[in-house]
């Protein structure tokens, strides 16, 4: 037989005897794999709306809006000026805007929350909004642009009132010259309405659309031209504005995959160890046969690196069904932006990510149990502990079940690290969600209605949490079997000695409590340097005192929760049927 076939044969066998961890294995590095495809996936995909929306809409270059006060019965001379401005071909406008109260739906939404545009009836030659139902303005008749009509809960018929008058909503409508995903909204209605609703308190202001002969100099000719009463903005920038939530989603999930692979290096290398540990007799019958340690390291790197391929494979295809539902575009914008890219390279970097999580976790084990000698491994007695003389001096003075915790925590300093790391990591990525909430928290503008470029971000933040916070369960769980397996022959000894069932679960639970301590002390100010990396020079919110406190306070009480009943499981095993044939 040949070596491949026979690493193929051996590795295969070995994952169908123990199908439950090669699941849990699977699941962890596919949840990895899959935020990091969607992350990747999303990439290039948030332009080709607006782009569509501007040819159809006959997008304007430059949208120059009067922040000043107007001369009476007209727009200012600044704004005015810009019509024949160097490298202007052609312009709209320019329109008045009124900022009038409206009510809607049981909204009540004040003069900043929104603005009226006043139309003509006639279709304009630059930046005519495509009505997608309804019809267009007419007296009496106002059009709504999808987004703000889906937060105010309004359709074709419905009605509104404007500074106390009511008006009928004619249509809905989509344009290129406002950013789709804004808030405040926008609204259309005749030129003659929108001046009506002008107040002493709120008077007209004036929005122009220009066109220039190079609508690539776009943001350079706002730039220059904008003033403290002025401001202007280039196609360019409202594109960008467009694709701000695809672009936040994306920044959340990359993050999110780095934080999800390190909690799943720890999970796989515990999980590993723990099949390392029962696995120690079957490492030495095959060195009885005549397998060589590489042999030996090659079957047990094989079945942890094939459930990572298939791992990577399965997380492409979930990022890939997934990635249409994060980047489809928002109601004010006209088309898709098209199937996320998955290319080769984006397949590769999820591959080697893949990969990589299993290779370190399984590696330092692996060459571990092939260096293990034949008779030792064959013979497969519990390892002797190492007399740590203030260890002892410290423990001896502890309740049972703190003595038990402490020795056992002491016995494996590697599985220590790996679920302190693993607690550092799900404590950072909750301090972090938190924090991120806040800076990008849900904003309510006047009348309770949200930003969607912020709510989008939320909901990420929040799916990415609850996948950190199910790993790191799922890892608990690991490091205490692994401990319970680990631990048998020296727990059943104690329980010879007089130790009740109660103590050595117990025991077990302290032993994770006292990695899990350091982890979520740790953790505190890892998920604020890490929202320091990801804030982007923006002001840094904290999380209140209370808010830390909860979260370390949280996870300990999840992880006695979680490993309660594993250790409460491993404790049951009969005393005689563990010390049978063996030396504790």
């Known amino acids: 037989m040949g070596r491949f076939l026979l690493v193929s044969r051996l590795a295969a066998r070995d994952l169908r005897r123990r199908r439950a961890e090669a699941a849990l294995m699977l699941i962890v590095i596919t949840a990895t794999t899959a935020t990091l495809t969607l992350g990747l996936a999303l990439s290039g995909v948030t332009s080709n709306p607006y782009l569509h929306t501007r040819a159809v809409t006959a997008g304007p270059d430059v949208i120059a809006q009067s922040g000043g006060p107007a001369k009476a019965g007209g727009p200012p001379a600044s704004l005015t000026r810009l019509e024949h401005a160097p490298g202007v071909v052609g312009y709209s406008g320019p329109y008045p805007v009124a900022f009038p109260v409206l009510r809607a739906n049981g909204h009540t939404v004040s003069s900043v929350g929104f603005s009226v545009e006043g139309r003509d009836q006639a279709p304009a030659s630059i930046d005519q909004p495509k009505v997608t139902q309804g019809t267009w303005v007419r007296p009496g008749g106002v059009v709504i642009e999808p987004t703000y009509a889906g937060e105010l809960g309004v359709g074709t018929g419905g009605r509104i009132t404007l500074n106390g008058r009511p008006f009928r909503v004619a249509g809905i409508a989509v344009t290129a010259a406002w950013p789709s995903v804004n808030s405040p909204g926008l609204i259309w209605l005749t030129t003659a309405d929108a001046r009506s609703l002008a107040t002493a308190t709120n008077p007209l202001a004036y929005t122009l659309n220009l ?285 010879s000695l007089g130790a009740t069932q109660r103590q050595i679960s117990a025991g077990i639970s302290a032993a994770q409590l006292i990695s899990a301590l350091p982890g979520a002390i740790l953790g505190i100010p890892a998920g604020i340097a890490l929202v320091a990396a990801g804030s982007h020079g923006r002001s840094l919110p904290i999380p209140p005192a209370w808010g830390l406190l909860a979260a370390a306070l949280g996870t300990m009480l999840v992880v006695a929760g979680l490993t309660a009943v594993p250790a409460r499981i491993g404790s049951r095993r009969p005393v005689a049927e563990i010390l049978r044939s063996e030396t504790a």
């Open 211 to 495: 066109k220039l002969a190079d609508p690539a100099s776009a943001t350079a000719f706002a730039g220059a031209r904008g003033t403290n009463s002025l401001f202007l903005s280039s196609w360019q920038q409202i594109s960008s504005q467009d694709g701000k939530a695809l672009q936040l989603e994306q920044e959340a999930l990359i993050v999110g995959s780095w934080l999800l692979s390190m909690l799943a290096i720890a999970s796989v290398a515990v999980l590993v160890g723990g099949r390392m540990a029962e696995q120690t007799r079957r490492v030495g019958l095959l060195k009885a046969v005549g397998g060589t340690p590489r042999l030996v390291a090659a079957v047990l790197l094989a079945e942890h690196l094939a459930l990572a391929l298939l791992a990577a494979v399965a997380g492409l295809a979930v990022g890939r069904l997934s990635a249409p539902l994060l980047s489809s575009p928002v109601d004010g914008l006209i088309g898709t932006p098209g199937a996320p890219s998955l290319t080769a390279v984006t397949a590769g970097v999820v591959a080697a990510v893949a990969l990589a999580v299993a290779l370190l976790a399984t590696f330092v084990p692996a060459i571990r149990a092939a260096r293990t000698s034949t008779v030792a491994a064959l013979a497969d007695a519990a390892r002797a502990p190492r007399r740590r003389t203030v260890l002892i001096a410290v423990s001896r003075w502890l309740p049972v079940p703190l003595l038990l915790g402490l020795r056992l925590a002491a016995r494996r300093p590697r599985r220590l690290v790996l679920s302190a790391a693993s607690i550092t990591v799900t404590v950072a990525a909750i301090i972090s969600v938190l924090a991120l909430k806040q800076l990008y928290h849900v904003h309510k503008v006047p009348g309770g209605l949200t930003n969607p470029i912020q709510a989008g971000v939320s909901q990420v933040l929040q799916v990415i949490a609850v996948v950190l916070v199910a790993l790191a369960a799922i890892n608990a769980i690991f490091v205490t079997w692994a401990t319970v397996v680990d631990s048998r022959r020296p727990l059943a000894v104690a329980r």
